[in-house]
């Protein structure tokens, strides 16, 4: 009986491993790299590796999640290092808000506009 080859990315038979991996495991391994156990997103801090992927920043390339990955492609002109995409990434409207006693911040509430005016008769 032959010895069964388990990839030890996905616990898959396969024919072949490579690096311990089945075709389809050392593909992905191979086009993204492996990110490296407790990293984070250097954009946000996103811990879930599952989200994260390498991305070139100017200064060389950086472990970021899918939502900052996508604002370093959309910006223009691109970041040229990694603290000017963390300033494009903070919200501008959540920048500077203060919370309350309650733990609420104090811009989460919007008064609605006032639909008919009692100073009118």
Do not use: W
């Not at 992927?53 to 200064?59: K, M, N, Q, S, T």
């Not at 691109?78 to 903070?90: G, T, W």
């Amino acid at each position: 009986m032959e010895h069964e080859k388990l990839c030890t990315e996905c616990g898959r038979t396969a024919a072949r491993l490579r690096r311990s991996r089945c075709d389809a495991c050392y593909m992905r391994l191979y086009r993204g790299g492996e990110i490296p156990a407790g990293a984070c997103c250097g954009g946000c801090g996103e811990p879930r590796r599952v989200v994260l992927v390498f991305a070139d920043v100017g200064e060389g390339e950086v472990v970021l999640c899918g939502n900052c990955q996508v604002v370093l492609a959309r910006t223009r002109p691109r970041a040229a290092s990694l603290v000017i995409l963390q300033q494009r990434i903070v919200r501008d409207r959540r920048a500077g808000m203060l919370r309350r006693a309650d733990g609420k911040r104090t811009g989460d509430y919007i008064p609605a506009p006032q639909l008919l005016d009692v100073s009118i008769d």
